[in-house]
């Protein structure tokens, strides 16, 4: 499946062909979330600011004025132009945008749409059956409505470095950025499902997420927890937080690196792993043992016992670990980071990690979207040059012809 | 906006008015999945064993057999019907439904579906348009293909451990369950695509997702510090795994509870946040001073000025240093705990924690779905009991009566 859409009507382009997205987003939240409706064949369509365009493009900012990694991460397969939202031609250029499209979205300050005029009243007036979505970082009503936040402050006030941590540690932040790309997918989904009414009825629909309150729906076990004991959830370091079925952790495996782990799990469902993981380390001696045969009594025992396991995990290194647990049916997984990950050769075998050919930073291997739909990832398309969509993108969707747009250019309008 | 759909034909029940799916999964990655899909108005009919259900419903089990509130909160808005799949004409019964189902989804150990004769294969040869969803623990073609996994395996193996602790300590697993319900939600999104296409093809697919696959998509920050790098993203405790531009992490607050921090972040685009929060903190004198101007001098005295913001937020509670940190223009979060998010007033007047009113639990305070739609987010109705809803389903998906039902009912059937 092919996801660069070139003229928007090709019906192989992919589950969204025709679509097509008015991206006023920047950073990760809004760009991670049009990124996977770009991936799924929507024409996405950048609208950036002439200097500079989104600011992640500078963010961790390359030698030579290239690109940033991020930016690249967060928007293959868009197109990109630009507009000048401060000049009121600008403005109505993106109200004649917003009367071609499908979708509006921006995750701008608060109160910053409606200050350029391009608010959901203006919008909705333009186009009454526009999709508009928006991400800020706190929800209308909320006492911090008007707040700026951040991937870490959605993640300190949603819950999430709460239960992160050891637990006499304190708070962590997950180095997942859930904050952003997590309310991004959500949004994503509403937007999925919006599109999907209004295929049939045409029906515009306004639709607003909060960072914050998105980061509840990734800790929901953690409210269960808060449910079973009526007290916060804890931190638990790399335990569950609802107390374990000991052994459940990570273990230390040779050499002895930051990441040589295994994660080993045994499941309160299947008493088996517990008998299948004694068989493996040698200790068939406790098969039976009253004192070790079930998950209450191993809990009492349990530094004990993670002692027993690392004892013979220490003994191999996480790969082979992890190899020889799963082999005796023990959920297993070894602790790999980003460097094994990047380099391990499944992972492009198999269309999850791919390399973007990008005009100006040059071969990047990056994660694309990892479903597979008929057998195959959607192929990534680079990120987009600041403005290089403009004469394709106002010639198809505004009817412009390439002396309208470079009259533009030299106006100062794009 | 209401999410309920007792007859699936109701044009005001949702985005997803009219979709059936057919739903075979447990726990949580399959069911946080079917359960946004829900919320957006789908019909989700969950097919459950006999004997006990989804095991969600017996794990972290509740007194006297209530199902537990992690079921709860996985199985919102859902309908179930039981089937005996050890019985072929419990199969047969499963096929006659995903005749009449939009979307059928699953997500057993790897290769029980083909075993139980309900295969991709098999379901396209009976409906030709269907969604075939699959989740697995680790892609096909995988060297670990054949392994279970469960939420922490994925995190170990999909990287977010590695990222995740202190720079000197240990890899830890977020609290938040990416595992699970971070692969759920990208699933979501391809099957949201494919229902799209499918509404003007009647084209099916087939989608499948590992959630090893799936860590690699919420740790793209962490690729981007690779690439830059050009070795593994570090771990970072509180901070940012790119580098900080001081002073950015979790501050302590008075009493000085597991959770009484705030989270201060000033930003490298905006140099005026260090500019306010000197300002705030009363060291005006340190303005302009050059040891303090940027964030690379910053950088070089980080922990020193940590000391100096703690010397400030300890004289306040979290809520108060959030709300003067914020109120001076810098981005600040209280990090806030389950119990404290449970009962924030907050959250349930804009409708983002909601209760289920449970038959049998009683009632239950949890988070729906965050998105508001027009202005409110989907409302909430219960998790079904074990098989709540066969004449119902059973009836309207096969035109069975109920004394055709009661017969199924007598034969073990289901």
Redesign the interface.
Known sequence: MSVTSDNGDN?DA????G?RILDLTQF?AGPSCTE?LAW??AEVVKVENPTGGD?GRG??A?PGGLD???FL??NASKKSVTVNLKDPRGVELVKDMARSADVVIENFAPGAIERLGLGYDVMRAVNPSIIYAQVKGF??????EN????D???????????????AD??????????GD??TG??????I??????R???GKG??????M?????????????????FG????????????GSNPP?G?Y?CKPGG??D???I?T???NPLHWQRLLELIGREDLIGDPHYATGPVRAEREEEIDVMIAAWTRQHDKHEA?RLV?AA?I????????????NDP??A??G??QTMAHPTNGD?K??G???????ATPALAPAPLLGEHAEDVFGRWLNLDSAAVDKLREDGVI
């Not at 929800?139 to 911090?144: A, E, F, K």
């Not at 870490?152 to 050891?166: D, N, P, R």
């Not at 629909?205 to 909060?210: D, K, V």
């Not at 007290?231 to 609802?242: D, N």
């Open positions: 019906p992919g589950c969204l062909s679509v990760e996977a799924l064949g600011p963010a961790f390359l940033s990694w991020y991460l967060f929800g209308d009503g909320s006492p911090y707040n700026l936040a951040f870490m402050i959605a993640q300190a006030c949603g819950g999430v470095m709460s239960i992160t941590g050891e540690g304190p708070p962590l932040k997950p180095g997942a950025t859930l790309t997590g997918m959500l949004l994503a989904i509403s999925l499902g919006a599109l999907y009414r295929k049939g009825t629909e306004r639709l607003q997420l909060a914050q309150d998105a980061m509840l729906h990734y800790i929901r076990v953690a409210f269960a927890t808060q449910a079973s007290k916060a959830a804890p931190r638990a370091g790399a335990k569950l937080l609802s459940c990570i230390p930051p990441n782990y295994v994660y799990y499941s309160r469902a992890m799963g049916g959920p297993a997984g070894a602790v790999l980071d980003t460097e094994e990950l990047q499944s992972f075998a198999r999850i990690m990047f990056m994660p979207w990892p479903v597979r739909h008929d057998g």
